[in-house]
């Protein structure tokens, strides 16, 4: 039986400072959200103390303009060929070498190595989950569903019948 990939959407993705791993948004509670482990699937509460980040918000500084962290995955799996990004553990000139294989314009001052980790470990995540959908496909189902109502909404009555 042929599973579809489950379609996540960035900003349901969230990395939380000091925590390892990538969490999933469930639901807005009174004080906290409550999230859920990706890997463990285990579901806990982020507080208003916690540094919350939606991948959605991430962007990665480059010479010209920030590149948002979908389109950097949307690189990373064109380069990589749809596999695994290099392990976020490599030697740092490893990771550095690779990272401008993949965006060649970053901001060499404001992006640290530990930022590269950073983004190959959550690429690695995603893919191994099977949640990596790409940018542009994911604009288009969007739009192609926004067409639909607006196309049902210009057909227009039939014509009556005329009265003598």
Same mark, same amino acid.
């Given at each position: 039986?042929?599973?579809?990939?489950?379609?996540?959407?960035?900003?349901? %993705?969230?990395?939380?400072?000091?925590?390892?791993?990538?969490?999933?948004?469930?639901?807005?509670?009174?004080?906290?959200? %409550? %999230?859920? $482990? =990706?890997?463990?699937?285990?579901?806990? !509460?982020?507080?208003?103390?916690?540094?919350?980040?939606?991948?959605?918000?991430?962007?990665?500084?480059?010479?010209?303009? *920030?590149? @948002?962290?979908?389109?950097?995955? *949307?690189? %990373? $799996?064109?380069?990589?060929?749809?596999?695994?990004?290099? *392990? !976020?553990?490599?030697? @740092?000139?490893?990771?550095?070498?690779?990272?401008?294989?993949?965006? @060649?314009?970053?901001?060499?001052?404001?992006?640290?190595?530990?930022?590269?980790?950073?983004?190959? $470990?959550?690429?690695?995540?995603? $893919?191994?989950?099977?949640? =990596?959908?790409?940018?542009?496909?994911?604009?288009?189902?969007?739009?192609?569903?926004?067409?639909?109502?607006?196309?049902?909404?210009?057909?227009?009555?039939? @014509?009556?019948?005329?009265?003598?």
């Amino acid at each position: 039986m042929y599973t579809k990939p489950k379609k996540m959407i960035l900003k349901d %993705i969230l990395a939380i400072s000091g925590e390892p791993g990538l969490f999933k948004f469930i639901a807005q509670g009174k004080n906290a959200i %409550i %999230i859920e $482990h =990706l890997e463990t699937k285990k579901r806990s !509460s982020a507080y208003g103390s916690a540094k919350v980040s939606s991948l959605e918000d991430i962007a990665i500084f480059t010479e010209k303009e *920030d590149m @948002p962290l979908g389109k950097v995955f *949307d690189l %990373i $799996h064109e380069k990589e060929n749809g596999g695994l990004a290099i *392990d !976020s553990k490599a030697d @740092p000139a490893k990771l550095k070498s690779w990272f401008e294989t993949i965006l @060649p314009d970053y901001s060499k001052d404001k992006v640290y190595v530990s930022d590269m980790k950073k983004v190959a $470990h959550w690429y690695n995540i995603l $893919h191994s989950l099977n949640l =990596l959908v790409k940018e542009e496909a994911e604009k288009k189902e969007e739009s192609a569903e926004e067409k639909a109502p607006a196309e049902k909404k210009k057909k227009k009555a039939a @014509p009556k019948g005329k009265k003598e």
